[in-house]
């Protein structure tokens, strides 16, 4: 079993650990942590895992190294790694928005390099993971990132020229969906209805409707209309939403998070 070094032990760095030893592909023992925050790391300690005073010393005794640091971070973290001996041939995972292969390649002396954009439900075991790689980086290094991934949820495999893009579609869009449960939720409160119970209601709601998608057969156009009667209150409903231009205001919020991504791997660049 490798031993994976985390270069930043944040959140989603926590979910990726937990999954993928829930899971048996990892163990604690073969864990070594770096964070500028030492409290980051107690927990994974007290079950094994062994904290590193810097990222260089982290890096230098594993096989693997996860860069789950913030993308703001990498200019200060880069240069400290590739004084590592023999990092070009550690595996390199990031999972940082904006920055390219080519960046990290670039600065770690041509190591090989896995780029993965994971998303928040992977705290929960239902995370969906977009994965790419340098063609240097062989099979079995592939198969190892994805299965790290696959341990939390779910992943999908794409051309890292989509990268930055894909961001839109499966990294933020946990902040979408909240924001619109949060707008049925607090509409139902305005209206007099009970607060107990009633954002687990929406929650299952919303659940239910994105199984029924998935498992239905049907677009999601056809299922709206299956469920839109002529003079109905779902079509009253379905014209605000056309009215304020709903498909719009997502799209322009999607295209928002692209041009971040793709200026925040500009500003790492430069």
Do not use: W
């Not at 930055?164 to 933020?172: A, H, K, P, Q, Y």
């Not at 869009?173 to 209601?201: N, R, T, W």
């Amino acid at each position: 079993m490798r031993k994976i070094a985390f270069i930043g032990v944040g959140n989603m760095a926590g979910a990726i650990i937990n999954g993928a030893v829930k899971n048996g592909f990892l163990e604690y023992s073969r864990l070594i942590l770096s964070d500028r925050f030492p409290a980051q790391c107690a927990p994974y300690v007290a079950k094994g895992a062994v904290a590193a005073p810097s990222p260089k010393e982290a890096a230098q005794n594993a096989d693997c190294i996860v860069l789950s640091v913030k993308p703001q971070n990498f200019p200060e973290i880069l240069p400290q790694l590739a004084e590592v001996e023999g990092i070009r041939d550690k595996l390199i995972i990031t999972i940082a928005a904006g920055i390219s292969t080519e960046t990290i390649k670039t600065a770690l002396r041509g190591a090989p390099v896995v780029r993965v954009m994971p998303n928040t439900p992977m705290l929960i075991g239902m995370g969906v993971s977009a994965i790419c790689s340098t063609p240097d980086v062989s099979a079995e290094d592939f198969a190892f990132a994805r299965s790290l991934f696959e341990a939390s949820g779910s992943v999908t495999v794409i051309d890292e020229a989509d990268m930055n893009r894909i961001i839109s579609v499966t990294g933020s869009s946990p902040a979408y969906v909240f924001s619109f449960i949060d707008a049925i939720y607090k509409s139902a409160l305005a209206q007099g209805i009970p607060d107990e119970g009633m954002l687990d209601c929406v929650c299952d709601v919303v659940i239910g409707a994105a199984t029924l998608l998935k498992k239905g057969g049907l677009t999601p156009e056809e299922q709206i209309r299956r469920v839109t009667s002529k003079g109905g209150t779902t079509e009253q409903a379905m014209r605000v939403l056309a009215d304020r231009d709903f498909h719009g205001v997502i799209m322009d919020a999607m295209l928002a998070c692209t041009a971040r991504a793709e200026e925040m791997g500009k500003q790492n660049r430069g």
